[in-house]
């Protein structure tokens, strides 16, 4: 796209189908890896991918041709499938409905960044609702609590 310049950083949180905390150590860097790379693939740049056991934090520069929804539903299902085909977990993997995505300055980056490098730290804090309500309080996003990763969707 000729004279068209862009600089949108995107942070995603999604978690796994019914809180499920079944993203194993041992082979969690090689998800998040995937992960990576199938941003990557939609012509978004990944800067960091990391998470725990029940859900996964993505750091990118959004590629402007696609729209978030797009990007996470494709990383989603591809994931989901690899994770599936590689047998990963005892029973069928699925991530849950849904996911938050926060926007971010260049100058923020290092400190999201470093929050998401040390996510397995934090998470001995505070758990991954508490985290995510605090990411929408922060951004000011409203929400219903009885919708928030509900096992219902």
Not at 116 to 140: A, M, V
């Amino acid at each position: 796209m000729a004279n068209t310049y862009h600089q949108i950083y995107i942070h995603t949180i999604f978690g796994v189908k019914y809180k499920a905390a079944i993203l194993k150590k041992e082979w969690r860097p090689t998800i998040m890896g995937t992960l990576g790379n199938f941003i990557n693939e939609t012509g978004s740049k990944t800067i960091i991918v990391n998470g725990v056991e029940d859900h996964v934090h993505c750091l990118f520069g959004l590629n402007p041709t696609k729209s978030i929804s797009e990007l996470i539903k494709e990383i989603k299902s591809k994931s989901s499938k690899n994770i599936n085909d590689k047998n990963l977990t005892p029973k069928h993997f699925e991530w849950q409905r849904g996911y938050g995505a926060f926007s971010y300055s260049r100058s923020q980056l290092d400190n999201v960044y470093n929050y998401i490098l040390n996510q397995e730290n934090h998470h001995k804090k505070q758990s991954f609702i508490e985290e995510y309500i605090e990411f929408l309080y922060k951004f000011n996003v409203p929400y219903d609590k009885r919708y928030i990763f509900s096992p219902l969707i």
